[in-house]
């Protein structure tokens, strides 16, 4: 047993009921290792792309494990790309998510249920941003768990009833671990800007931010 499981980064902190903030979460090495996967993510079969909300491009580019999400459903195959069936959801991804559940204070039959099976990575350039939304396209209702890497954000985290007031803006920081589920499940939140050249070395990213949100979609094929 691990007694003190955020040695590393701090204890995570409570930012609302249901949403934690572990900063420094994930190591210098395991961030690098991640980067290397996204590297092969977006080689394909399925493309990092923008997705197109309404005709219009989001300024971010988004690769999807296990399930392909496009405005606003989850596919096996990417048929808004070019048609492939995204890659597996790997394993190892499955056991850090329950880990993060574990190290943020979630109950045993909480991190066992924990089965995530679609992820979606985004890549946010210096000028990409994402606008305040709610994840509600998975039947589920387990926790999202969300790992950045590289350059710093700012992540506005805001309420379950509408795009305003209250929110916290957060600053989410290479290594970062958010985690957001019961109360605050279907809270709506966004990236109002990211920081050039705050990334750390050796953390695999140059430029930019690499976010992956692991979810259960709830889905069977
Ligand atoms: O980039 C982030 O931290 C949030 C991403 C997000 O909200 C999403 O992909 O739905
Ligand atoms: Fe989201």
Known sequence: MTLFPMDDGGSPRRIANGAFLAPGWLALDEQAWIVGEFRRWVAGPVPIRAAKVRGHEMSVRTVCLGWHWQPYEYTRDATDVNGARVLP?????????RRALRETGHSDAEVEAYAPDTALVNYYD???????????DERSLAPVVSLSIGDDCTFRFG???NRGKPYT???????????FGGASRL????????????APENCGLTT???NITM???GLTD
């Open 89 to 97: 959801f790997p394993d190892w991804m499955v056991r850090l998510g």
């Open 126 to 136: 210096d000028v990409a941003r994402m606008g305040m939304h709610q994840d509600k």
């Open 159 to 161: 309420n379950t009833e």
């Open 169 to 179: 803006d957060l600053r989410l920081c290479s290594g970062d671990l958010f985690v």
């Open 187 to 198: 809270a709506y939140h966004g990236i109002t800007r990211i920081h050039p050249h705050t």
């Open 208 to 210: 930019g931010r690499i």
């Open 215 to 217: 979810r259960m979609t």
